[in-house]
């Protein structure tokens, strides 16, 4: 599914970098949902954004910090991460009603 | 509170035996449910999903699944497995309600034998 699309699909990163974060939609959904996802877990929901503003925030920590610059666009920015921070975050996007979530490929982060 | 149940984690079918993964949810109201299907380092896609209407839902890749108000369930099932249906299934439930996050069940892993 290349219409929810996540950049770099693999990223390595140490405690101190900042990194970030790229899902680019082209489905003109108004909500985009940021996940992630531990081995063999469900996903856990983190930020969702409809209409370019934050509307839920599940009590993630600041070292994740999202930003949605336009309606396609969706960006989590990284700072300081720990290594138990490492796995798979999934972009998704939802359309009106009953549209279901939309899931791009993920970026598999690795924290040393 | 609201619940998506998936009570088995692992289960090993053999390559044309059919399929039923269970799902259980708890909810007031009519859910809105999916099931998605994740592949090893890829991301969710949708099978199927069901609001309302025939409670029988076809899905892709030969899936269908069953909505029963009676048993609280919504089983994913397939009559003849094939070896790349080997991968992991999320049941996810919800209100109809606008961006109202979905919940999502544990997993059940499957893995097809010859």
């Known amino acids: 599914d290349t219409e929810v699309t996540q950049t770099p699909k693999h990223l390595v990163m140490g405690m101190t970098n900042k990194k970030s974060l790229k899902c680019e939609q082209h489905?003109?959904?108004?909500?985009m949902y940021w996940y992630k996802q531990k081995a063999k877990k469900p996903p856990e929901l983190m930020f969702v954004?409809?209409?370019?503003?934050?509307?839920i925030n599940e009590s993630v920590p600041s070292r994740f910090s999202p930003e949605c610059p336009n309606s396609s666009l969706l960006n989590l920015h990284l700072h300081a991460l720990q290594p138990e921070d490492s796995a798979l975050y999934l972009c998704?996007?939802?359309?009106?009603?009953?549209?279901?979530?939309?899931f791009g490929n993920g970026t598999r982060l690795t924290v040393t | 509170a609201q619940s998506v149940t998936q009570p088995d984690i692992h289960i090993t079918v053999s390559e044309g035996a059919s399929l039923e993964l269970r799902c259980n949810y708890s909810y007031g109201a009519t859910p809105y449910l999916f099931w998605y299907v994740q592949s090893p380092g890829q991301g969710l896609q949708l099978l199927l999903k069901?609001?309302?209407?025939?409670?029988l839902v076809q899905g892709i890749k030969g899936f269908e699944a069953e909505f029963k108000r009676s048993q609280s369930s919504f089983n994913l099932r397939k009559p003849s497995v094939h070896w790349s249906d080997a991968a992991e299934y999320f049941c996810a439930g919800g209100p109809y309600s606008g961006n109202t996050p979905l919940v999502f069940g544990k997993g059940t892993r499957l893995s097809v034998i010859a």
């Open positions: 489905m003109g959904h108004r909500a």
């Open positions: 998704a996007v939802k359309g009106q009603g009953d549209s279901p979530l939309h």
């Open positions: 069901y609001f309302s209407g025939d409670t």
């Open positions: 954004y409809s209409y370019e503003k934050l509307s």
